[in-house]
């Protein structure tokens, strides 16, 4: 059966549905449609986890598709899917997330038809990243996401959505340029010639390898996002609708880090060796620098967009260090990350539908009073992301820093002081906002209705799980470490 | 059933009260409470069994009474990883147990009555059973990592406790404050662990075993700087839990959660935790001698440091908290001084007699609607319960022969002398028990002395602060009920009375060594008769001085503190270390670096990116003018362009620039 062709287009099935099927005003239809496409989606990825072999390290690949697609002479692109243990969480994470970014968008009411078929498009454009095992094809799906992320910040957003919004696409673009050149120019530097990941991932580069890596990287970096190529994302974030930040901040991030390490390590090994303790650098400046902005945030979305700069700042830092736990921490983290941000800017959203601001200042006053189950999500998901045992964060965390330590003592040392600033930043965030004196205005806030409840009590229930049993995540993660230390020569 | 499958057992009760607490019972709170009792009181039992049978059959080390489980497993020939989760039971262990169990039941069955009526009674007893159960996680640990784990969550309770009343803006700010300054103290023990896993084997699964770090083959192994380092790694951890100089400030604040809390968690366990981890790891202490010295000064200083706080505070809450800082200084001076028996048993009785006089205090505030000592007054006649069982705790604190802490006081002061001692700790000791025995005689002249001196019209003064949101002065919307003061229910003064007995008894458990004998092989208790006299002494002098002042009002408390006047100023502003902390670093140094970056971020950095955004766009402007639609034009720039590369070609650019790329 080809689950991996089904999985990636469903959400795309159920966009055309809507557009070609459904009344413009039948909003009910139209949620309803888009909540059973993306939970259909959800669970056939969760039978993929079910059915992966997790026994077999020299596996490189599950679940593949091939087929020729493009030939012009020797120039062939194929349409190749498979997943392995580094894309599956991924397209778990992907999966999830898009089924509750519809639940978190219930309530939208302009243009529901259109929002809704972008949200699913958005869905089938990141995941296609995940699946793709040819470059070419890989490429086609991270420009096919940007799209509908163009449309739904720069319609559905809010504040400088338009500016956001062209900021977005231009920032990608770029990055995207660089990368264009950079898969060219390995096509062609590489024995065999060839866009078959797999196949690039066991062959060599003849030469040129430390540019070609520099190209790819800046894409992948400014999609991470590293340090300096950051700013794009709080604007981006702050203007976003909740779902479409969520789907940002939980996946789309992710792609950045994914293709570091698929592509720019597990192809380019000699040069990921040479540019390691430069990424290291920026991995630290990344994770300190971020956590210390973020401490001065006064807007929510800033706040939580820049502490991603900060958490994905410890992806980079377990990837640079090249060692097996890093590598397994670094994924671990994304993972993670997708849940515990994901969960953090759909609270967000709810807080912000109810009081229409997001500006700390103007929140302050014991919103727990009125709010107790919105409350204590957004405790979780705090407490998750500074790091507490039994969450999620804390076992990605401290294997990153386990496998940095084995190396770089210092750098290790550096990254993990960057939890004391966390707890900082997320613990005063939730005083001003939940705690203290109540404040009257907010005397007619309700709380969670039931369809948000079940979007954030599903990510509470993830973020427990893989805190306390983070086995459920690694079996998967360990079988695709020992390909690329085999490639870094370990 | 083995000791470690009781040890799991035990671990799990309080954590299944936890789960129907918050998923089953949330809306029927007496039942909560009934539930979270029911299931500490089992643990408690499953404790007192272990405890006896560790006592029956000495089992030696914790070595061999552990199960582990993996938790993180990543596995291969090289660089492959295990961390466990796994309990281990020793003598220490099991009496940390029955400390913990113990303690915790008392405190549960007595916050029925304090925390009756609270519209968050559901919420505290779920909020409770999760301590404990993470309490008892860290205690039966086998391993650093999960003491981590359980070390955190700990944490993670004492936030969420102290922020009890999050509407009272005070409890909000002091929960933060606690959970920030101890993750300070966290980082060094994380950085420890890290440096452990690399210089431990990392591939066994003894990978971070206690029992295998203690061991002297594995000590002889990584001795040297490295481990002093990991000592004081460790022991930053420690100094942050365990509230020690510079890390302390957190737990006098910490007294803004509800009274039992500060009895269970910040007096009798959870701040008791660093003590017991360097106690845990002591054979490693001891392999690392520097560090020792470190954590005895560390620990003597704190002692006398905290005392001389506790001199000037009218909060009897605030009194009791500097007080636990100052005991937890002894304990640390003890292990620091080679005194493995004489910290534990210190730790031992102090639980027993500060969560009493904590519950006291508590009881005091209950019937008083006041934490301020000046407010109160009179309270021998009417509270006699509390107050027979608050002058034995502070009989029992100030070192008062028969009462516990007597023994354990003394013996950490005869450990000064000894062998790994020095006088000047000896001295530092010996003074702390001076103010130790004045503080506490301070409170219980001016609370329970005289007469009552609380608002006559109290009543009209209740207020129900947890629903209309209004900040509360109170600990709670405790306010006397009637003109004066009255004592507490029996639900309370029965924990209280239970308590009383164990701060007159515990003290003889050590009397022949049998204590000391079960932690330590080849134990002897030595008894120095100069150091029992001195220290007796010392605390007569101090309860006589606190009556001058206090009881008989010989000597007026004005005038003493007029004639003190720069040292009373810098003891009621606690040495101006919050001002430090507070304004100086993290509003001044911290915030304001961040600030700066920020500023920075939004500049320059982003400032740039539009900048290049803007320069592009003026160029393109200008470019499009070039665009004429003559081709001669074009056909022009067309041969520039191949004339520069030309050029650039003939100059050998290329060359140069694939040379770059080519090789790294």
């Keep these: 059966m080809p689950y991996l062709t089904i999985i990636t287009f469903l959400p795309l099935v159920g966009a055309i549905a809507i557009a070609l099927l459904l009344k413009r005003d039948d909003a009910r239809g139209i949620k309803w449609v888009a909540a059973g496409f993306s939970l259909v989606t959800f669970l056939l990825s969760l039978v993929l986890v079910f059915l992966f072999k997790t026994n077999d390290p020299m596996l490189q690949a599950q679940f593949v598709e091939r087929a020729n697609w493009i030939s012009v002479g020797q120039f062939k692109v194929e349409y190749f899917l498979g997943v392995d243990g580094l894309s599956l969480p991924m397209v778990i994470l992907t999966t999830l997330l898009g089924f509750l970014a519809v639940l978190i968008s219930w309530k939208i009411s302009l243009r529901p038809k259109e929002y809704f078929s972008l949200l699913l498009v958005l869905e089938t454009g990141v995941l296609g990243v995940f699946t793709s095992l040819d470059f070419f094809l890989f490429f086609l799906f991270w420009e096919v996401e940007l799209v509908p992320m163009f449309l739904l910040i720069g319609i559905w957003g809010s504040g400088r959505r338009e500016y956001s919004a062209m900021k977005f696409l231009i920032y990608t673009i770029v990055g995207s340029a660089f990368m264009l050149a950079g898969i060219l120019w390995l096509y062609f530097a590489s024995s065999p010639n060839t866009f078959d990941m797999i196949a690039l991932g066991q062959g060599s580069v003849k030469e040129g390898a430390n540019l070609i890596f520099l190209l790819l990287f800046i894409g992948f970096a400014i999609k991470l996002p590293m340090v300096p190529f950051h700013t794009w994302l709080p604007d981006a974030h702050s203007d976003a609708p909740t779902a479409v930040s969520v789907m940002l901040a939980g996946v789309l991030l992710k792609m950045g880090g994914y293709g570091i390490i ?34 001065v945030q006064k807007d929510l979305k800033r706040l939580i967009a820049y502490s991603s700069v900060s958490h994905m700042g410890y992806v980079l830092l377990g990837v640079a260090a090249l060692t097996k736990i890093g590598l397994v921490g670094a994924v671990l983290q994304m993972f993670t990350h997708g849940t515990i941000t994901g969960l953090l800017f759909m609270v967000v959203g709810l807080i912000y539908d109810r009081t229409h601001t997001r500006q700390i200042p103007e929140l302050t006053g014991g919103l727990a009073q009125r709010m107790p189950v919105i409350a204590a999500v957004f405790t979780v998901a705090g407490l998750a992301s ?28 550096l990254g993990a002081s960057g939890i004391v600033l966390t707890a900082g930043y997320i613990l005063w965030m939730l005083q001003r906002v939940f705690f203290g004196e109540f404040n009257p205005k907010w005397s007619d806030l309700t709380d969670a209705v039931t369809v948000e409840r079940v979007a954030v009590f599903t990510m509470v229930v993830v973020i427990v799980l893989v805190g306390v049993a983070p086995a459920v995540v690694l079996n998967m993660v360990n079988t695709a470490v020992p390909t690329i230390m085999a490639r870094l020569g370990s | 059933m083995s000791l470690a499958d009781l040890g799991w057992a035990i671990l799990f009760l309080p954590l299944i009260s936890f789960v129907i607490t918050v998923f089953l019972t949330r809306s029927r709170p007496k039942l909560c409470g009934y539930v979270t009792i029911a299931a500490i009181g089992l643990a408690f039992l499953a404790s007192l069994v272990v405890l006896v049978r560790v006592v029956a059959e000495p089992v030696g080390t914790a070595a061999e009474n552990q199960a582990s489980y993996n938790w993180v497993n990543i596995p291969g020939l090289t660089e492959s990883l295990t961390l466990s989760l796994g309990v281990a039971i020793d003598p220490l262990a099991a009496f940390m147990l029955v400390v913990v169990t113990g303690v915790s039941l008392l405190v549960q069955i007595y916050s029925q009555g304090y925390m009756a009526g609270d519209p968050g009674y559901s919420r505290y ?198 007080s636990t800082v100052s005991q937890l200084g002894y304990m640390m001076m003890a292990l620091g001084v080679g005194g493995l028996v004489a910290g534990i048993f210190h730790l031992f009785n102090h639980a027993f007699f500060k969560a009493l006089l904590f519950l006291g205090s508590g009881s005091m505030i209950h019937g008083t609607g006041t934490q301020d000592m000046r407010e109160m ?102 306010s006397a009920h009637a003109v004066g003061a009255h004592e507490s229910p029996r639900v309370m003064t029965v924990p209280l009375i239970v308590l009383a007995i164990l701060a007159v008894l515990t003290g003889f458990l050590n009397v022949n060594g049998w204590f000391g004998g079960l932690l330590e092989e080849g134990y002897v208790v030595h008894f120095n008769y100069g150091v029992m006299a001195s220290s007796v002494v010392v605390a007569l002098a101090g309860i006589f001085l606190a009556y001058a002042v206090y009881g008989a009002k010989w000597i007026s408390a004005e005038s003493l503190g007029r004639a003190f006047g720069p040292a009373h100023k810098w003891l009621t502003n606690k040495y101006y270390l919050d001002h430090l902390y507070e304004g100086v670093i993290t509003r001044g140094a911290v915030i304001g670096i961040c600030a700066v970056l920020s500023w920075f971020d939004h500049t320059f950095v982003d400032g740039i990116v539009n900048g290049v955004a803007r320069l592009v766009m003026a160029i393109s402007g200008g470019v499009r003018k070039a665009e004429t639609g003559r081709v001669q034009a074009y056909a022009l720039v067309i041969f520039a362009g191949v004339l520069v590369i030309m050029g650039l070609w003939m100059l050998g650019l290329p060359n140069s620039v694939s040379g770059w790329v080519a090789k790294p």
Aim: glycine share 10%; hydrophobic share 60%.
């Design chain 2, 125 to 322: 007893y779920a909020f409770m059973s999760l301590f404990t159960a993470s309490m008892l996680g860290l205690v039966l640990a086998n391993n650093l990592i999960m003491v981590y784990f359980f070390w955190e969550l700990v944490g993670l309770c004492s936030y969420l406790l102290i922020g009890f009343w999050f509407q009272k803006p005070a409890a909000a700010a002091a929960a933060k404050k606690a959970f920030i300054v101890t993750r300070l103290g966290d980082l060094g023990f994380l950085v420890a662990i890290l440096w452990l896993v690399f210089n431990v084997d990392p591939a066994g699964p003894n990978g971070l075993n206690i029992a295998f770090l203690n061991e002297k083959t594995t000590l002889d192994l990584i001795a040297g700087a490295g481990l002093t380092w990991a000592a004081l790694g460790i022991f930053a951890g420690a100094v942050g839990k365990s509230a020690q100089f510079p890390l302390h400030v957190w737990l006098p604040d910490a007294m803004e959660g509800p009274t039992p809390v500060s009895a269970l968690i910040h007096a009798a366990t959870m701040v008791a935790a660093g003590v017991y981890l360097v106690a845990r790891m002591f054979p490693l202490f001891e392999a690392a001698p520097d560090a020792m010295v470190v954590v005895a000064f560390v620990g003597g200083f704190t002692a006398i440091f905290a005392a001389s706080m506790g001199l000037v505070m009218h909060d009897v809450k605030r009194v009791m908290a500097y």
């Design chain 2, 377 to 478: 007054g009179g309270l021998r006649r009417a509270m006699p319960v509390t107050f027979i069982t608050v002058l034995i705790a502070s009989l029992s604190l100030s070192g008062i022969p028969p009462f516990s802490g007597f023994w354990s006081k003394d013996e950490i002061l005869a450990d000064t002398l000894g062998g790994h001692g020095n006088v000047l700790l000896f001295a530092l000791g010996l003074a702390a028990a001076f103010m130790t025995a004045f503080y506490m005689f301070r409170m219980m002249f001016v609370a329970f002395g005289g007469s009552f001196r609380g608002p006559a019209t109290a009543q009209g003064g209740h207020t129900s602060g947890h629903t209309s949101g209004h900040a509360i002065h109170l600990d709670q919307s405790h």
């Design chain 1, 262 to 295: 698929r592509i720019c390590v597990t192809i380019l090994p000699d040069a990921a060796k040479y540019f390691a303790p430069a990424l290291l650098i920026l991995a630290v400046i990344g994770v300190l620098y971020g956590a210390a902005v973020t401490m």
């Design chain 1, 386 to 413: 500074l790091g507490l045992p039994a969450l999620s964060g804390f076992v990605a965390e401290l294997l990153v820093f386990i496998g940095v330590y084995e190396k770089y003592q210092l750098a290790a040392i």
